[in-house]
C-alpha cells in the first residue's frame, strides 16, 4: 500500500485489515498519534485526511492510500513549532499528554471545518488557524476529543489564542 504522510509518500506492506491507526503506530513509527479506546470514543488517534479529522481508530488504512495524511509529527514546520503547539504550552493545554496530538489534530480540522462551513467568521490564513469562534461553539466542536487529566481550561485557551 501507498500513503502520503506528512507530504512523504511512503509504501508497506500491510495486511488489508489493519486501521489506519495501527498503519501509523506500528508499521510507520508515527507513534505521536495515540490509541485510547480503540473505538471511536476518545479522539486520542485523530489525524488529518486532507484537512479533515478522523479517528484513525475506526479507518481501514487501505481506504486512505493516495490520500494527505498529517500526524502530529507533521505539524511542526521548519524548526518551528505549529502555533497551536506553542499555545498549548504557553497554556498548560495538557497535563500527561496523551490526548494532546488528537487535541492538536481535531482543532486545526476544526478550524478547516469553519472555514468551509461558515466563511463569514474566518479569516483566509489557515497556515495560523486563523478562525473566529465562540468558546461554547468550539467546546462542542472539540467534544470528541477527551482529556482524561482535566486540563480542558488550558486546551480551551490554548485554542482561543491560536484560532482568534
Ligand atoms: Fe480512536 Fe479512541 S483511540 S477514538
Redesign the pocket.
Same mark, same amino acid.
Given at each position: 500500500m501507498q500513503f502520503i504522510i506528512n507530504g512523504e509518500t511512503v509504501e508497506v506492506a500491510a495486511d488489508i485489515r489493519t486501521s489506519l *491507526?495501527d498503519l501509523l503506530r506500528n508499521y510507520l513509527g508515527f507513534t505521536g498519534t495515540k490509541?485510547?479506546?480503540?473505538?471511536?470514543?476518545?479522539?486520542?488517534?485523530t489525524v488529518l485526511v486532507d484537512g479533515e479529522r478522523i479517528?484513525?481508530? *475506526?479507518a481501514l488504512a487501505v481506504q486512505y492510500q493516495h490520500r494527505n495524511i498529517t500526524t502530529v509529527e507533521g505539524l511542526a514546520r521548519n524548526g518551528s513549532l505549529h502555533p497551536l503547539q506553542q499555545a498549548f504550552i504557553d497554556h498548560d493545554g495538557f497535563q500527561c499528554g496523551y490526548c494532546t496530538p488528537g487535541q492538536l489534530c481535531s482543532a486545526i480540522g476544526m478550524a478547516s471545518e469553519i472555514e468551509r462551513n461558515i466563511p463569514s467568521v474566518v479569516t483566509k490564513d489557515l497556515s495560523a488557524t486563523s478562525v473566529m469562534l465562540d468558546e461554547t461553539e468550539f467546546r462542542e466542536r472539540m467534544s470528541g476529543n477527551l482529556c482524561r487529566c482535566g486540563a480542558y481550561n488550558g486546551i480551551v485557551e490554548a485554542i482561543s489564542e491560536a484560532t482568534v
Open positions: *491507526l490509541k485510547g479506546c480503540d473505538q471511536g470514543a476518545c479522539g486520542a488517534c479517528n484513525s481508530c *475506526l
